[in-house]
């Protein structure tokens, strides 16, 4: 399966962005899809996953309560809506894919093994 990550980009602190992660190669619907980030001389963090089906939805506490992680199966593609952003939320923003085993959904950069090339989110205070 292919991963396109894209909606990255530069906002003020407080802002509000949508990332987007098209897939291809496969049935999207049979994947459980993550967003990971990776900020510069840190490791690579999980930030959030959805099941199949959207049964279950996971965020790292860092996130909670300000990103949203959807998807749309009729179109192939995985969602993260980012608001009230922080400049900590600064960082490079990958998208993971992985076949369903069933729940709980996985969190852990190793349990994914399709990965997007990233898109860059900068947020300025």
């Known amino acids: 399966v292919q991963l396109q990550a894209s909606g990255g980009g530069l906002v003020q602190a407080g802002g509000s962005l949508r990332l987007s992660c098209v897939t291809s190669?496969?049935?999207?619907?049979?994947?459980?899809m993550g967003w990971f980030r990776q900020a510069p001389g840190k490791e690579r963090e999980f930030v959030a996953a959805?099941?199949?089906?959207?049964?279950?939805?996971s965020y790292a506490d860092s996130v909670k309560g300000r990103f949203t992680i959807s998807r749309d199966d009729a179109k192939n593609t995985l969602y993260l809506q980012m608001n009230s952003l922080k400049p900590d939320d600064t960082a490079v923003y990958f998208c993971?894919?992985?076949?369903?085993?069933?729940?709980?959904?996985?969190?852990?950069?190793?349990?994914?093994?399709?990965w997007g090339q990233g898109t860059q989110v900068t947020v300025s205070s």
């Open positions: 993971a894919a992985e076949p369903s085993r069933g729940l709980p959904v996985a969190t852990l950069s190793a349990e994914y093994t399709y």
């Open positions: 190669g496969s049935t999207f619907s049979n994947y459980v």
């Open positions: 959805i099941s199949w089906m959207s049964v279950q939805l």
